[in-house]
Structure formats: structure tokens, C-alpha cells
């Protein structure tokens, strides 16, 4: 507070001080600012995280600050910060040279923990990948690869792994000394190329090194624990140096340096992850080929997948299997099939469709999203049949609400069976009493019906519930939970 003079919410515990106050487009507080982003499957708004806040940005994998300006989720409690909204969304790493690194959104890391290539660790954010190669990293372990060293003992690169009393029996024994009975440590190094584990002790780190051309003191080996949870950066890279990772540390100042940075020979790589997130040639290049690769999948009807993204296509009944199977709903395929160009992925046109964001008769708020599973670890029912949502599902991502694919396909095919009208929700049970979610619906005076409860002629205004494939007087089904 620096004028004095604040307004407070007894409620809340929140303070606005008075010059903030008096601005009209308050940009450095919460301004209920909203949007979506790729990396998560909710709505995001403008905050600050605040002090119960735990765990990492979903993008930098970087501490969250209580007072730094983050995009936070209300209903999973995850936050952005807002300086890493706009990093590239590819990169070309050295570890994996025959494609760009790509960061996945959350339809393909959704209901299933993907696992990190490097450090085997589940992969809680939103990570680098290859769809084509089924390659996953995280982006600590992209930072900790381009500091890796090379030993005289292989042909790739090393790099160090602090991994938590992780156990690698039954892989293979290390390289170096050939014994595999004791690999049991917190930390080892690893060559992701050709999935090699030596000791830490094996490759020979020396215990204190003299570089002038980094630092004037001798430099010691140890494990770098950081003072009151504080973050420190290497004094070479400028990235940051983990607690309990081992580092090279200045007795004589607070100088500390990563060992990939320290001991390597050359002059430090211009690969550093500070550099692919700059606005270099290399970055950019991979912006433009990202943009590029985005336009051509414009035009083109796409479906996500957990592994692979479908591009879809019309195709004859010769082209599918003897007995083909809508790979989204289940069902049989018996006219206008749609299959995957490059494998056997196969949809019923209308299934397809659903790939395409829309606004659906029993959402009409917002747009809903076709998603492989629910786009989360926790068992989620159907908004309509209350049923567990397993398999593909189309789901909002502003208001939580998700139905089953055969859901939504029926409900289309009783209206157009009944020849109705859909012209909103209506909050009330259906007569079994088990339904809550009934739809209003305009029934065409050319196609009367007949009203369960009641047995009389019914068109006009109606009520309808989905489920029971039931339909009923708007008077009847009020009286009848009376």
C-alpha cells in the first residue's frame, strides 16, 4: 500500500489501494480477464495465485510466486503464468533431431498420464512431444539434456538424472563398470538415444574444478540445497539449478553452476532453453513451420486422439474392414464411412463431425469439444445418463459439463424421429423420477404424439426426456411430482 488510503472487502480479506482504484483498466491486479488456452481443458482467468498456492507453472514447470500474475483454473486450481502464454509452441532439440517438439494440448494428455523419455517421471503439465514417434519430455528434462556431457566411454550424450530412491533393476547394468545389482540411487546419468544407465560415480565427475574463464574460486562438487526455499540460477546457463540436484558451488560467494555447464569444453551451446525461447532464427523457424503445419489442417476435418491426431476423409465400403465399427461411437458403419489418411481409424460421418467444435441441442451456451476421454484422472459421469465417462465424449470447457457420444447422437435421432423442435432445458424429473436433465421441445401439429402420463393427443409445447425416449404435457409432468 502506498498512498495510505486503501478499500477493503470484510468478506474477503482483500485490499485495493486507493491510487489502483482510481484507474479504470486495473492491469496489474485480477480484471476478470478470461480465456482459453491449449494447455488446459478449463477456462482460465487472470489472478494471482496467492499464498496457499503449491506446485509449478504448466508451462515453465517454474515455482509459482503468490503475488506473480498467473491464468488460474477455479475448478483444478493449476495456474499459467502470464510472461509464458506466449513461448513458441516448437522447438528442435538435440535429443530427438529427426522431428520438432511440439507442445501438446490437454485433448492429448487427458484422462491418461503420459511418461517423460528421459526421466520415466508421469508428466503432470503440459509437455514437448512427437505424436508420430510417441515421444514425451518435460521441460525441465529438455533444459537438463542440453547441459549433458559426453564421456569417453560412449557415443551420445549423458545426461544427469535426480530421480528419488528410483529403482533400474531389470534394465540394463552400467556401461561403464558392467554391474547391474546395485543401481539403486537417487541419482545416475542416462543416455536417452539408447536408454544406457551409469553410475554417477562411474563417469568420474571430479570433486572440485578450477575454471577461470567461468568463475575466479575453486569450485566444489556438491548436492545444492537451496537456502528457505529459495531459487537459484546457473551463474554459466542462467537456468535454473534444482534442490538436491548436484551442482558446482563457490566457497568464497554465492556462485553456482550446473556440472554439464562447468565441465564442458567448448564454449557454451547457443541450444541453451533460454535461446529456443528467444525470438532467434531457430525458434522462429519452427513458429513458421508450426503455422505453416496448422494452415494446412485448417480445411481439413480433424479428430484427436490420445497418440495421433486423425485427418479425416470420405471413403467407399471397400475401404474399411469386413465388418466395419464407428471407432467413436461403436456402432456398426453401414453407409457414408470416414476414415483416417494414414491409418485405420474409422467413423460414421456424423461421428466425424463431432470433431468439429459446436454447440449441441442440450448445451447451447457454449461450444463443446470432442474429446478421447475425460480430460481427467477422476471418474466423471454423463450430464445427461449420469453414466462414467470412459471412451470418447464431448465435453465443455467453460462450464464442466461432458455427455456420452451415444448421448448426444440419441437425443439427436429421437428428435428428429418425433419430428420436434428443441427450444431449451427444463429443470424438473421425468416420471420414472430417475432423469433431472428433460429438454423442451415444439412437437409439429403434422406429427402429433401422445403423452405418457396422460394418455391425451400432444403437440404444440411439450416436454421430453431423452433417456426414457418419454414425452409429456408440460402441465402433466409438473402435476405428476406433486
Request: contains cysteine.
Amino acid at each position: 500500500m502506498f498512498s495510505g488510503s486503501f478499500y477493503e472487502c470484510k468478506e474477503c480479506e482483500i485490499y485495493l489501494d486507493l491510487g489502483c482504484a482510481l484507474i479504470k483498466n486495473i492491469a496489474t491486479s485480477w480484471d476478470l480477464r478470461e480465456m482459453l488456452h491449449y494447455s488446459h481443458c478449463h477456462l482460465v482467468k487472470r489472478c494471482r495465485p496467492g499464498q496457499d498456492t503449491k506446485g509449478c507453472c504448466l508451462l515453465c514447470e517454474l515455482p509459482l510466486s503468490p503475488s506473480s500474475i498467473c491464468y488460474g483454473c477455479v475448478h483444478c486450481y493449476s495456474f499459467l503464468h502470464e510472461r509464458c502464454l506466449d513461448l513458441p509452441i516448437e522447438i528442435r532439440h538435440p535429443v530427438h533431431p529427426a522431428h520438432p517438439l511440439r507442445r501438446l494440448d490437454y485433448a492429448h494428455n487427458c484422462g491418461v498420464g503420459r511418461d517423460c523419455n528421459a526421466c520415466g517421471d508421469k508428466i503432470i503439465g503440459v509437455p514437448f512431444g512427437c505424436l508420430e514417434c510417441n515421444f514425451d519430455i518435460h521441460m525441465r528434462c529438455a533444459d537438463s539434456l542440453l547441459r549433458s556431457l559426453m564421456h569417453k566411454s560412449h557415443e551420445h550424450r549423458l545426461f544427469y538424472v535426480c530421480g528419488g530412491m528410483k529403482s533400474t533393476y531389470g534394465r540394463m547394468p552400467c556401461e561403464i563398470c558392467m554391474r547391474g545389482d546395485w543401481i539403486y540411487a537417487t541419482y545416475y546419468y542416462q543416455c536417452v538415444e539408447c536408454d544406457s544407465i551409469f553410475h554417477f560415480k562411474c563417469v568420474d565427475i571430479p570433486e572440485s574444478v578450477v575454471k577461470k574463464y567461468f568463475h575466479i574460486h575453486p569450485l566444489v562438487l556438491k548436492t545444492f540445497v537451496a537456502e528457505n526455499n529459495s531459487m537459484e540460477y546457473c551463474g554459466v546457463c542462467e537456468t535454473m539449478v534444482y534442490a538436491g540436484h548436484h551442482a558446482y558451488t563457490c566457497q568464497e560467494c554465492d556462485f553456482v553452476g550446473h556440472i554439464g555447464c562447468i565441465l564442458r569444453e567448448e564454449e557454451p551451446s547457443p541450444l541453451y532453453l533460454k535461446d529456443l525461447y528467444s525470438s532467434g532464427k531457430v525458434t522462429m523457424r519452427s513458429i513458421d513451420q508450426e503455422d505453416s503445419g496448422t494452415n494446412k489442417l485448417e480445411n481439413k476435418l480433424t479428430v484427436n486422439d490420445i497418440w495421433h491426431i486423425h485427418v479425416m476423409k470420405p471413403v467407399l465400403m471397400s475401404a474399411l474392414d469386413k465388418y466395419p465399427c464407428c471407432k467413436i461411437c461403436g456402432g456398426k458403419i453401414l453407409s457414408n464411412p470416414w476414415k483416417c489418411e494414414t491409418c485405420s481409424f474409422e467413423t460414421h460421418h456424423y461421428c466425424a463431425e463431432l470433431g468439429r467444435p459446436s454447440k449441441h441441442r442440450l448445451h447451447q451456451n457454449h461450444p463443446l469439444t470432442l474429446l478421447p476421454k475425460y480430460p481427467s484422472q477422476e471418474k466423471m459421469k454423463c450430464d445427461v445418463c449420469r453414466g462414467n465417462i470412459y471412451n470418447f465424449n464431448l465435453f465443455c470447457r467453460i462450464c464442466d459439463f461432458v455427455i456420452h457420444i451415444n448421448c448426444a447422437l440419441k437425443s439427436k435421432h429421437v428428435l428428429e424421429a418425433l419430428r420436434q423442435k428443441f427450444t431449451g432445458t427444463w429443470r424438473g424429473w421425468c416420471k420414472k423420477g430417475v432423469h433431472r436433465r428433460l429438454v423442451q421441445v415444439m412437437v409439429s401439429r403434422s406429427y402429433p404424439t401422445t403423452c405418457v402420463i396422460c394418455d391425451e393427443k400432444l403437440c404444440g409445447k411439450a416436454v421430453s426426456c431423452m433417456t426414457c425416449e418419454e414425452i409429456y404435457h408440460p402441465q402433466c409432468i409438473e402435476s405428476y411430482h406433486t
